[in-house]
């Protein structure tokens, strides 16, 4: 059944396709259409939904609500972020899983309501206090934040870890048709969690060990599962050229107007080919080995200043890779990115 | 012989969540916070309420009162723990929530999540534990402390001046209309104990009764940051303390209070399904849509409020029912400054990459800068269609066919000025050959279900379509 809405409703709508219980949240733009639309559907359903008082507060009753073993969402933009990364490491230490939204904006203070991607450092590296890690999806389409929505209340109960969902203003705001129905959810079983009866009552939630070597066991245990993350929750989507002469990445929007450039510059004659990470944690570094050859110039866009490129240069070490992007609340335009490729193309050639 | 005294049977028989020393508490000698664990546990074990109960522990003293309940429990960041009872609550209905807070964490860090939890009026009991110090962390200030009183944050003592004045938080929430129960009772010696006993009963009660919020203050005496003897610390409270922080019952409705249900259902899809609206349409139209390229790209553009963002998305609806890709925009960022507002619609016959739209194949402008502004990206082979009831004078530099259409005075001649758009709907699906008159008229129907809005919306789109064949 198609339906035609923007990307903070299909948010909402992936949540209760997953079975989602609960949403806690706090105004503000460019992410109050997901709150709007849980409180418009999650009340009738019986569902729960509380604006809550502070970004802190809406984390916080997010972790109550996981800790009592309920599929649980909120959502926010960067300045709201901030305020939830305590939070975040709170959740991350106890291993609770649930799902949060970033809708980012401008930055850094109050920046703008615009479309950006400088949330990148914050939401992947971490953020909060703490040896931790998160998993990321980054989607690039209505369609696919409905789809990874779902994915991410899965992958949440199966890592018992938070799972954000990365987009951005323009994601968030602009509207395509997703294709709904019924689909199948791996709810995990919780025997940790709280309850009102007799048997849960040896359960205890907590992020604190006071004795060192428990500490240094439970972070080891963090870690075990992060490596097995990393093993196999990364991927990409790869498009283009089979011998590309030239790769360029970029994740979310950023990567889906890479898309473009790669069929404008065949129309050119240049063999182009897109790396477009849909985890960027795990960041799929292996797709990066695999796909771009010695010598071939990569070209990374982001709505940053150099964030996401951190990660691909990384991955592809002893590798130039070129920045390009634009900030501020302003997208490039494909006639810009086809301009950068076809230059950073010549510059490699010049070498 | 009868035993007047034992541990009670909702306190675990080894403290096996501690890490060490688990026939011992962790509690200072003299401390309060064993006196008010003792009756907790065993008014709980009296109302038979111990499996029920979920402790939400704070960040201070209290921290680990998990190691002693048997119960299920989970420990919260500094502040929280009325914000992590709300989920707890909310999720399991059927809960005794306890949320046990101390000053620093309920009345400074976390005052205002207390507040909002008590203003809900969730369904929890608060204790707060007010020894007027910080005690885990070594003794500073609190919001609680008394004037002139010494604390590692006030070595000259608290001033007004520096420092404000003590709060007073049960008096606070007793303010609040939604909170049942709101009293402050001691420990610090058996008059006080059973009084306490009494109130703490009464507020778990409520609890299993589901009759919403209870706050408890319990002033508790704090020796070691007081650099006190336990037995001067208790009458400290008698003679100081309490002078601050009277004893009393200063809100109680229990008896005119009913029970709140919060529900929390898992449903399945098909209720989800019903409450979103969807509706098993019969195949569409697998034809797709006949247009001038594969991939067309469209700007509306006008001031806020003359309807260019629903333009777009009727569109794009329009088009996504003829089974094609399509995308929708709203404008952003410095171009909604200025009172212009645009939406771009990229309609598809393949998936879409980019939905930004640079240089429109047809651009309605419904003002004038958004013509200037807009007009030159249309390219040669493109349309531009203006709104020549409000724009008199066209750019110069446009370079492909301009069609003059005057949508707000056929609007206004069909009965609304607002139904413009609608009017500029009819007018560019006829000059782009991509919908027929009686598919505008359908999908209008569908639309606006009010007759009267029906009516209007339907001339309005008769009337452009007239207008494209006339121009």
Partial sequence: ?351 | MSKVFEKSPAFFDTFERKPSMQKTTHYCPGCGHGIIGKIIADQLAELGLQDQAIFVGPVGCGVFIYYYFESSAVSSAHGRASAVATGVSRANPDAVTISYQGDGDLAAIGTSNAIHAANRGENMIVFFVNNNIYGMTGGQLAPTTLIDQVATTAPYGRSIKNDGFPLRMAEMMAGLEAPTLVARVGVNNPRNIRQATKVIKKGLEIQRDKKGYAFIEILSQCPTNWKKEPKEACEWIDEVVSKQYPFGVFKDLTEEREAVERPCKRVEFAEVAKQLGLVETAASDSKQLEMAHDEMHFKFAGFGGQGVLSLGMMLAQMSMQRNMEVTWLPSYGPEVRGGVANSSVVVSKTPIGTPVVDNPNVLVALNRPSLEKFGPLVPEDGLIVYNSSLIDQIPADLKCKVYALPATDLASTVGTVKAANVVVLGFIARKTGMFELADLEVFLCETFKKPALQEVNLKAVNAGWQAAGNL
């Fill in chain 1, 1 to 351: 059944m198609k339906k035609l809405v923007k990307g903070n409703e299909a948010v909402v709508i992936g949540a209760l396709v997953a079975g989602c219980d609960a949403y806690y949240g706090y105004p503000i733009t460019p992410a109050s259409e997901i709150a709007h639309a849980a409180s418009e559907y999650f009340l009738p359903l019986g569902k729960v939904f509380v604006q809550a008082e502070c970004e802190i507060g809406a984390i916080n009753m997010v972790f109550g609500s996981s800790s009592s073993g309920q599929r649980v969402l909120t959502a926010s933009s960067g300045p709201g972020i901030s305020l939830k990364m305590e939070g975040i490491s709170y959740l991350a230490g106890a291993q609770l899983p649930c799902v949060i939204v970033n809708v980012q904006r401008v930055g850094p203070g109050l920046g703008n309501i615009g479309p950006e991607q400088s949330d990148y450092f914050q939401v992947v590296k971490g953020g909060g206090h703490g040896d931790y890690r998160n998993i990321v999806l980054a989607p690039a389409s209505v369609e696919e934040t409905y789809r990874m929505t779902i994915e991410a209340f899965d992958l949440a109960d199966k890592w018992r870890t938070p799972v954000f969902l990365l987009t951005d203003a323009t994601l968030g705001q602009m509207m395509e048709p997703i294709d709904i129905c019924e689909e199948p959810t791996q709810r995990a079983d919780k025997p940790w969690a709280l309850d009102a009866k007799a048997s849960s009552n040896d359960n205890l939630v907590t992020s604190i060990y006071l004795d060192f070597d428990d500490m240094e066991s439970h972070i080891g245990g963090l870690h075990e599962k992060y490596r097995q993350i990393t093993e196999t929750e990364a991927r990409a989507d790869v498009y283009g050229a089979a011998v590309p002469e030239i790769v360029l990445t970029g994740y979310g929007i950023t990567g889906r107007m890479l898309h473009s450039a790669v069929d404008e510059l065949e129309k050119r004659g240049i063999a182009a080919t897109l790396i477009r990470p849909q985890t960027l944690w795990p960041f799929p570094s292996k797709v990066y080995q695999d796909t771009v050859k010695p010598g071939v110039p990569v070209l990374s866009v982001e709505l940053s200043r150099g964030q996401f490129i951190e990660d691909v240069r990384l991955s592809l070490p002893g590798h130039q890779v070129k920045w390009f992007g634009r900030v501020g609340g302003n997208l490039p335009e494909l006639g810009e990115l086809v301009e950068q490729a076809e230059k950073c193309l010549e510059e490699a050639s010049n070498v």
